[in-house]
């Protein structure tokens, strides 16, 4: 994909694929629009797909399969018990990580229950570079508690550090000293830091922290979920590593960590979710909750045909062609914005493009949730889902007071292959033209807010009649346009 240049056009990304099954699209006028997004509680996750236009919120189970992905579905081995699909994942997991032992999870944040369960107890902390709203949810339900020692880059918005999501190496020792390891089961690695913008980690970070661990001896425990753009990063940022292959990146990162789970839903383009590990020892500690919790060991709550999927997935995962088209759609979107002055997470980083509400929108305060009155807003102004990833996304303290956000972002992820590059440029088109009417847009507040992941079905309404107005400009700027 980056090898092609352009003759005469400015040089763009090129997609090495081509589309072979379409879906149709629709895009309300913007007063339903607006009636929609408060039928929806002003929550983007409450949103009905036929309303969206364009589906930013997330890149979790909704990239185009391959064709070969969608061929191997069909020789899946449907057995409750000892199917040779879950053979041929664990192979291919063997393959491309090193790692012997395959526990089968319906997604993630199942492995993430997994985990907990097996190695969390209460006064426990477990240290990361970043949190993920579904791991700190597991953890701290088990009494333990997540502290993050990322890079102070990592918190910046706008930065020219490649690496933001790297571990502070100072920190994280200075707080293992000061935890003692006996409270501190395992230290967790989160690649493309998902939070602060799909932000990666360079491989030395992974080593470092990983060469910690074994000298205090404390169990590294990776998070690969978003690791394809990480792979992708580390490949075209970091100089030590240019000439090594997209398979031997990931060998030296999994031969030096002791646990490594993911959402399939992101690494492998289907949809899913698992743990391996070397060794059977620590296979053992977290098997029992396989059946318990999942679906019986060979299969994990998934669907066999998803698991065939996931193996061609990971297969293609190892190819720098393919996994290069989501970052390399983001960071067209990212510059694009950038040169219209448009506040967005720098430099871009996996995932998504990152809008920065607080920049966006400064008039609205943190109490009125800035990312999400954006994410509102965004609908509003052209039918693009995004996700608010700001203080609606954090969990209240433990006495009940807000958290707020280290950052105010408004996600416009990237699924990959599914959009083409004029329907990125229509939403780039759609947040310029917000930007330049920022003003009108106002804040939310709660009126029904769930104690656990209220994100995800919290409902909010807008502090005055702005969405109305903003309604009104557009029809004033766009006239009949949908
Ligand atoms: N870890 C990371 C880094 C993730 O990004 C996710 C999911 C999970 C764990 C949980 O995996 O969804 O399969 O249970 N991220 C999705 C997102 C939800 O939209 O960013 P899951």
Redesign the pocket.
């Known amino acids: 994909m980056a090898k092609v240049k352009f003759y005469k056009t400015p040089d763009i990304p090129l997609e090495m694929h081509k589309v072979r099954i379409v879906q149709k699209l629709f895009l309300p006028k913007v007063e339903d629009r607006v009636k929609y997004m408060n039928e929806a509680g002003n929550n983007t996750f409450l949103l009905q797909n036929r309303d969206v236009y364009m589906d930013m919120l997330?890149?979790?189970g909704v990239n185009a399969m391959s064709d070969r992905q969608q061929a191997a579905m069909m020789i899946a081995d449907d057995s409750y018990a000892g199917s040779e699909t879950f053979n041929r994942l664990t192979s291919k997991l063997t393959e491309i990580f090193g790692t012997k032992y395959f526990l089968p999870t319906h997604?993630?944040?199942?492995a993430?229950n997994i985990l907990a369960e097996a190695f969390v107890n209460p006064g426990y902390v477990i240290p990361m570079n970043f949190h993920?709203t579904?791991?700190k949810a597991h953890i701290t339900r088990l009494g333990g508690t997540v502290e993050e020692v990322i890079v102070a880059e990592g918190l910046k918005p706008t930065s020219d550090s490649p690496f933001k999501g790297n571990f502070d190496i100072p920190r994280l020792r200075a707080l293992i000293e000061e935890v003692g390891v006996e409270r501190i089961p395992f230290i967790r690695i989160?690649a493309?830091t998902?939070l602060v913008g799909g932000q990666p980690l360079s491989l030395e970070n992974m080593l470092e922290v990983a060469a910690i661990c074994k000298e205090y001896g404390i169990l590294s425990v990776l998070?690969a979920?978003?690791l394809q753009d990480n792979l992708y990063f580390i490949k075209v940022r970091e100089a030590a590593c240019k000439d090594m292959t997209i398979r031997e990146i990931t060998r030296k990162i999994a031969d030096n960590m002791d646990i490594i789970y993911f959402?399939a839903?992101?690494l492998g383009f289907a949809r899913g979710?698992g743990i391996c590990t070397h060794t059977e020892e620590l296979c053992l500690k977290m098997k029992e909750f396989i059946p318990l919790y999942e679906g019986f060991l060979t299969y994990g709550g998934m669907s066999v045909r998803e698991m065939e999927a996931i193996t061609v997935g990971l297969e293609e995962t190892m190819d720098e062609d393919i996994i290069s088209q989501g970052p390399m759609f983001i960071e067209y979107m990212v510059n694009e914005l950038v040169k219209y002055g448009v506040p967005v997470v720098t430099p871009a980083g996996g995932?998504g493009c990152h809008l920065n509400a607080s920049e966006f929108v400064p008039h609205i305060p943190h109490t009125q949730y800035p990312a999400g009155a954006l994410g509102a807003a965004l609908y509003i102004a052209g039918g693009v889902r995004g996700?608010e990833r700001g203080s609606i996304s954090e969990q209240r303290e433990p006495d009940g007071t807000e958290r707020y956000a280290e950052l105010e972002l408004l996600r416009l992820?990237v699924p990959r292959r599914v959009y083409t590059l004029s329907q990125i440029e229509y939403a780039i088109d759609r947040v310029k033209w917000l930007y330049d009417n920022r003003n009108l847009v106002g804040g939310l507040k709660f009126v029904e807010e769930p104690a656990v992941l209220r994100f995800f079905f919290g409902r909010l309404a807008p502090t005055s009649d702005w969405q109305q107005k903003l309604a009104d400009k557009f029809r004033a700027d766009f006239g009949d346009s949908l």
Not at 107 to 110: S, Y
């Open positions: 997330t890149d979790s997604q993630g944040r199942a993430e993920f579904t791991t989160e493309g998902n998070d979920s978003l959402s839903r992101k979710g995932l996700m992820a």
